[in-house]
Structure formats: structure tokens, C-alpha cells
């Protein structure tokens, strides 16, 4: 499974399963399944036609893949990241607050030590994307932080311009 979180304008460049994006203007919808945050909720499309909208949290199943996602307070629960496990936690905040942005943060680094599966999350901060990825088996549990890209794929982590 190929997850792209970034603009849907490299989108064409890697051949992803799911697009992760917080703007949708001008896209076509080529990829199979598009995750947009508009900054309160989380619209899933399946090649253009929208599956689900969501505010709070939902596990989403691709084949024998599941993600769980879980947007604002739902990233404070820890019962999220204990019963049921996912195969990744991909999480969604926005705010504007330094405090909260650093609280959310803390939220999904327990949340991938507690659970011992992955936290990727997306942060609008002041009207920037910031990504990250927390594992509980890196030295400091996270694996990746920064505004560029993230490309997941079962086995590698491209973020920016490495390949």
C-alpha cells in the first residue's frame, strides 16, 4: 500500500494508493482513494465520487490494510490506539495555537508507543501541513517531521526530494 501525503500536483509522479491532501483545486481525482482535510473534517473519495465524510474517528479497510483515522480530540483517546489495532493511525488536526500543536504531538508519539503501530500525522498549523510519523521502534519515536511530502510504502520512507 503507497500512501502520498503532500499536494495532488506530484500525485502523477508515484503510482499511490491513497492521497492524503488538504486541497482538492484543480485535481482530477486519478488516485484511487483521496483523504482531504478541509481543517474540520475528512472527505474519502474513491476516484472522485466521496465515500465518506468524516469529524471524529473511522477505520477504513483496503483489502486486508487497515487505517484508522482520527481527527481533533479523537487523538487524545487513548482507547483509540489500544483496542481494536489498525495497521496505521493516520491523524488531523488544524489549529493556531503553538500549545495545542505541540499537545497534539505528544498525543500521537504515546499514542504509537502505547499501541506499537504507526501514527502518521497531519497538523495545519498557521495554514501550513505539518507531517509526521511516529513509531514506537525508532531511538526517539519519530521517524519523520516536516512541511514536504511523505511518501509510505510498505517497506520505505521518501519525504522532500530523496528517493
Given at each position: 500500500m503507497k500512501i502520498l501525503s503532500g499536494s495532488h500536483f506530484i500525485s502523477s509522479e508515484y503510482d499511490v494508493d491513497i492521497l492524503i491532501t488538504t486541497d482538492v483545486k484543480g485535481y482530477n481525482f486519478s488516485?484511487?482513494?483521496?483523504?482531504?482535510?478541509?481543517?474540520?473534517?475528512v472527505y474519502i473519495y474513491q476516484y472522485g465520487i466521496l465515500k465518506y465524510t468524516i469529524d471524529k474517528k473511522i477505520d477504513v479497510k483496503?483489502?486486508?490494510?487497515?487505517?484508522?483515522?482520527?481527527?481533533?480530540?479523537?487523538?487524545?483517546?487513548?482507547?483509540?490506539?489500544?483496542?481494536?489495532?489498525?495497521?496505521?493511525?493516520?491523524?488531523?488536526?488544524?489549529?493556531?495555537?503553538?500549545?495545542?500543536?505541540?499537545?497534539?504531538?505528544?498525543?500521537?508519539?504515546?499514542?504509537a508507543q502505547v499501541s506499537n503501530v504507526n501514527v502518521f500525522g497531519h497538523i495545519i498549523y498557521n495554514g501550513v501541513v505539518n507531517r509526521m510519523l511516529?513509531?514506537?521502534?525508532?531511538?526517539?519515536?519519530?521517524?519523520?517531521?516536516?512541511?514536504?511530502?511523505?511518501?509510505?510504502?510498505?517497506?520505505?520512507?521518501?519525504?522532500?526530494?530523496?528517493?
Open positions: 488516485v484511487p482513494y483521496t483523504f482531504y482535510f478541509d481543517g474540520n473534517k483496503f483489502e486486508d490494510f487497515i487505517l484508522r483515522v482520527l481527527i481533533g480530540n479523537e487523538i487524545g483517546i487513548i482507547e483509540n490506539y489500544d483496542k481494536a489495532k489498525p495497521d496505521l493511525f493516520v491523524c488531523f488536526e488544524k489549529t493556531n495555537y503553538p500549545s495545542k500543536f505541540f499537545y497534539r504531538k505528544a498525543q500521537m508519539w504515546v499514542g511516529f513509531s514506537s521502534k525508532s531511538q526517539d519515536g519519530r521517524l519523520f517531521e516536516g512541511t514536504t511530502y511523505v511518501l509510505l510504502n510498505n517497506e520505505e520512507l521518501v519525504f522532500g526530494n530523496q528517493e
